[in-house]
C-alpha cells in the first residue's frame, strides 16, 4: 500500500471459531465452523462465537478503540478453527467516491502483508466504526456505511477470501452486515457489553495487555500546542532559527552545532530522568512540557534538523535513555507549532523509532504516520514506517547505530552513522518488500546513500536488493529543508516590518506547507494512517 496505513502483524495467540448469533442453526450463518480464539501467551485459549463477542474483542486486537475507521482482520484456519492474523485499518474517507478504491487498497494490502509473512489468510472479519453525526442515528450511520461493507466483501471476494463476518459499531451498539434478516437481531442494533467486563477482556487483563484509548487520544500527545504558549515557544523558534541556520549550512560551523544541540539533549533526558514519576498521560505530559524550556526546544528542533544530528540522537534508543529520551522527542513534538509544523517530522521519527525499538508498535506507527504528514518526502520515516509495517526485528538499525557510538572516536565522521543508519533501515525495508515494490524500488536522495565502510567492522546493513542512485542537484534534503526554513523566516519577518494583513498575526502561515500538514494529520477520515 502507498500510504501511510498501520499494520498490526500476526498475532499468534489469537483463534476463532462459533456460530452466527444470527440464526445459530441457520445454514446462512455468517462465520459456522469458524472458531476465534485470543488468550495469553500461557496458552489459554478464549472462544469467541458470536458478533457481541467479536465486536468486543475489536480493541483487544488493536491495542486501542478505533474512531472513524475501517477495519479488516485476517482468519486463518487451523483444525476448522479461523486463527486471527493480521489486522489493517484505514480511516473511513469522507467523500463516498473514494470507498471503491479504499475498499480495494486495504484488501489488497492485508492479503499480500499476510502472504509476505508467509501465511495467506482463509478469510476476513471486517469492522466499520463510527459515531453519529449531528442530526444522526446508530443506525442512519450503519445504513450509510452498508454500501461500504459491500464493497469490501466484494474487494476481499476477488482476492478469493471471503469476508465471513462484517459488523458496524456505533456509540455503543452493534449491527451485522451478515444477518440473515429473519428476525433474530433487533431494529435498533444489539448493545456493546460493558468495557472490561467480557471473558476476553479477563483474559487481556492477565495476560497484561492493556487497551490504550482511542487514536485520537494517542496523536494529542504529539500534536503542536494550541494554547498561549504556543506565541512564547514561536518566538524562541525564529530566534534560534536566525543564529542556527546560517551556522548549520556552513560547512565548519555544522559540527560545532551538532555538539551543541546533542549536549543540551543530553541535559534535557537527564532532568527528565531524574525526575519523579507522574500518574496520568495528560499529566505527565504537561509535567514533560515544565522541565524542557522554550529556547532549548527551539534549539533541539532547529538542530535536529540536521540528518546527523538527528541520528546521533537516535542512538538513546535503549537501556535507561530511551524512555527518558522518548520523552523528550515528544515534547518537541508538541514545540512544532505554528509555521513550524514541518520541522515536526524530526522529532516524530524519533518518537515512532525509540518506540518501536521499545516494542511499542502502535506508539511507533503513529509516530511515524504523523511525521510523513508533516513532511512526506521525510525518507527516515518512510523506510521506518515501512519496516515497522511489515514487522521487521530493529535489532538491525540499534546494532548499525551501537556500532557507530562506539567507533566514532576512533573514525569520527558526522555524516557516517545517519547513512548508515538511513542504509540498514533502507536495507530491512527492501528485505521485506521484495526486488519488485514497496518502499524498496524508491530513490532516496544521495546524501541517504550507504557508505562504502563504517567507522566499525561490526556489520550495520543487512543485505537488500541494490537500486540504481540518482543525484539531486539541490543539494541535500536538509539543506534544501533550512534554506526553505530561512526563506520563510526572511518572508514573515518582512511582513512583521509593516506587510501583515489586519486579519492575520505576523508570522502565520495559513496557507503554507505547516497548514497543510496540519489539515493531512486531521484529515476528517482520510485514508492517511493505515495500514501494511
Known amino acids: ?53 467479536l465486536a468486543d474483542a475489536l480493541p483487544y486486537l488493536l491495542g486501542y478503540r478505533p474512531e472513524d475507521s475501517i477495519v479488516l482482520v485476517a482468519l486463518h484456519d487451523r483444525d476448522a478453527r479461523g486463527r486471527f492474523g493480521g489486522r489493517a485499518r484505514l480511516g473511513i474517507p469522507a467523500q463516498t467516491d473514494d470507498w471503491p478504491s479504499v475498499a480495494q487498497q486495504l484488501a489488497h494490502g492485508l492479503v499480500t ?107 494529542a500527545r504529539l500534536l503542536p500546542w494550541e494554547t498561549a504558549a504556543a506565541l512564547q515557544q514561536e518566538a524562541a523558534l525564529d530566534a534560534a532559527q536566525s543564529a542556527l541556520v546560517p551556522r548549520i549550512l556552513h560547512a565548519e560551523s555544522r559540527a560545532d552545532v551538532a555538539e551543541e544541540t546533542l549536549a543540551v539533549a543530553q541535559r534535557a533526558i537527564g532532568r527528565l530522568a531524574a525526575a519523579p514519576a507522574v500518574s496520568g498521560t495528560l499529566d505527565a505530559d504537561l509535567y514533560d512540557d ?50 513550524y509544523g514541518e520541522h515536526a517530522a524530526a522529532p516524530l521519527t524519533l518518537v515512532g523509532w525509540v518506540a518501536w525499538s521499545s516494542g511499542d508498535e502502535l506508539e511507533a506507527r503513529e509516530a511515524l504516520a504523523m511525521a510523513l504528514a508533516a513532511d512526506p518526502d521525510y525518507l527516515f520515516a518512510r523506510l521506518l514506517h515501512q519496516a515497522c509495517n511489515e514487522g521487521l526485528d530493529p535489532e538491525s538499525i540499534r546494532r548499525c547505530l551501537r556500532a557507530e557510538r562506539k567507533g566514532r ?33 524508491e530513490e532516496p536522495p544521495s546524501e541517504e546513500r550507504p557508505v562504502t565502510q563504517s567507522a566499525s567492522t561490526e556489520p550495520c546493513v543487512a543485505t537488500g536488493p541494490r537500486r540504481r542512485r540518482r543525484s539531486h542537484p539541490g543539494g ?57
Open 290 to 339: 515544565e522541565l524542557v524550556g522554550h529556547v532549548d526546544a527551539a534549539t533541539l528542533i532547529l538542530g535536529l534538523q540536521d540528518r546527523a544530528t538527528r541520528d546521533r540522537a537516535a542512538e538513546w534508543m535503549e537501556g535507561d535513555e530511551a524512555a527518558p529520551a522518548l520523552r523528550l522527542w515528544r515534547a518537541l513534538a508538541r514545540r512544532c507549532v505554528g509555521p
Open 476 to 532: 541535500s534534503a536538509d539543506a534544501r529543508t533550512l534554506r526553505r526554513s530561512g526563506a520563510a523566516h526572511a518572508r514573515r519577518s518582512h511582513s512583521a516590518a509593516g506587510n501583515a494583513p489586519a486579519d492575520r498575526r505576523p508570522g502565520s502561515r495559513a496557507d503554507g506547507a505547516s497548514a497543510r500538514a496540519r489539515a493531512r494529520r486531521g484529515g476528517g477520515g482520510q485514508p492517511t494512517e493505515g495500514e501494511t
Open 113 to 219: 502483508g499476510s502472504e509476505r509473512r508467509g501465511a495467506r489468510p482463509e478469510s476476513m472479519v471486517a469492522f466499520l466504526c463510527q459515531d453519529p453525526a449531528s442530526g444522526e442515528s446508530p443506525r442512519d450511520v450503519m445504513e450509510r456505511l452498508r454500501p461500504l461493507a459491500q464493497l469490501l466483501r466484494r474487494a476481499c471476494g476477488t482476492l478469493d477470501v471471503p469476508v465471513v463476518e462484517a459488523l458496524c459499531i456505533s456509540e455503543g451498539r452493534f449491527w451485522s452486515y451478515c444477518c440473515p434478516g429473519n428476525g433474530c437481531c433487533s431494529f435498533d442494533g444489539e448493545p456493546m457489553g460493558l468495557p472490561g467486563t467480557s471473558v476476553l477482556a479477563a483474559a487481556a487483563t492477565y495476560a497484561g495487555l492493556q487497551v490504550r484509548g482511542t487514536l485520537k487520544e494517542m496523536r
Open 1 to 53: 500500500m502507498t500510504n501511510h496505513s498501520e499494520a498490526a502483524g500476526t498475532s499468534g495467540n489469537s483463534d476463532i471459531s462459533g456460530q452466527n448469533e444470527c440464526g445459530p442453526k441457520s445454514e446462512s450463518s455468517a462465520y459456522q465452523g469458524h472458531a476465534a480464539i485470543t488468550g495469553p501467551p500461557d496458552g489459554q485459549q478464549v472462544t469467541l462465537r458470536t458478533p457481541a463477542e
Open 409 to 441: 572516536g576512533q573514525a569520527p565522521d558526522p555524516g557516517n552513522a545517519s547513512a548508515s543508519a538511513s542504509a540498514s533501515a533502507s536495507a530491512s525495508a527492501s528485505a521485506s518488500a521484495g526486488a519488485g515494490g514497496g518502499i524498496a524500488d
